[in-house]
């Protein structure tokens, strides 16, 4: 047999030519899709924008307007500690599962750690330093004391809103209720029953 048969390039498609082809077909492929997918997205309209730059904003906090000048990327509980003083929500777990930076906004209680300063303008933000005044102390604190609903403290602020708030929308609750009420908000220290106990004595006084 002629050596030079055995390199001789027989007529037709070979595996190189294949395979220039179809990674060829596919970038167009790709391309017409991506085309096709782009017009089918419908214009998106009441989005809003904010400007990066920081901006001057009013936050109502404990009956009171107070200007602050943020970031649009600044969380409520940071513009409440850093630009207001408002230390009694607490940053204890950054992943919003513990509820110690716990506020009422328009009533209910939420994790200003889940809610952007900018977005809250306009509602009514309440923090545990609205419970103690020279005038009047909120009978809440007094159960939680008489009850000893805490240890370390951190979870205190937090647990006291989440009660003032659950108590506040359902009185005569009864301690299931408190119970379950309550589920979104996490002692380490394991003063449930002490919680529990203040949180059942509040809901039984509230009117």
Do not use: W
């Not at 294949?18 to 899709?33: H, Y």
């Not at 200007?67 to 207001?84: G, H, K, M, S």
């Amino acid at each position: 047999m002629d050596p030079d048969q055995t390199h001789r390039r027989e007529p037709g498609l070979n595996r190189r030519d294949f395979l220039k082809g179809s990674g060829a077909a596919v970038v167009v492929s790709a391309a017409a899709n991506a085309a096709v997918a782009q017009q089918a997205i419908p214009p998106q309209q009441g989005i809003k924008l904010f400007s990066a730059a920081p901006q001057s904003i009013t936050l109502n906090v404990n009956g009171e307007d107070k200007q602050v000048t943020v970031e649009p990327r600044v969380l409520l509980i940071d513009a409440l500690r850093n630009d207001l003083n408002l230390t009694s929500c607490k940053d204890v777990c950054d992943r919003s599962s513990c509820g110690a930076c716990t506020v009422l906004i328009d009533g209910k209680p939420v994790y200003s750690c889940t809610r952007f300063a900018i977005e809250v303008v306009g509602q009514k933000i309440v923090t545990a330093e609205s419970l103690h005044s020279q005038v009047a102390t909120d009978e809440i604190i007094n159960t939680f004391c008489k009850h000893d609903g805490m240890q370390c403290g951190f979870c205190t602020p937090g647990f006291v809103m989440a009660v003032r708030g659950f108590c506040n929308q359902n009185p005569g609750a009864t301690q299931a209720a408190c119970k379950q009420g309550l589920g979104g908000n996490v002692c380490r220290c394991g003063a449930y029953d002490g919680v529990l106990k203040a949180a059942y004595e509040t809901a039984q006084r509230q009117p």
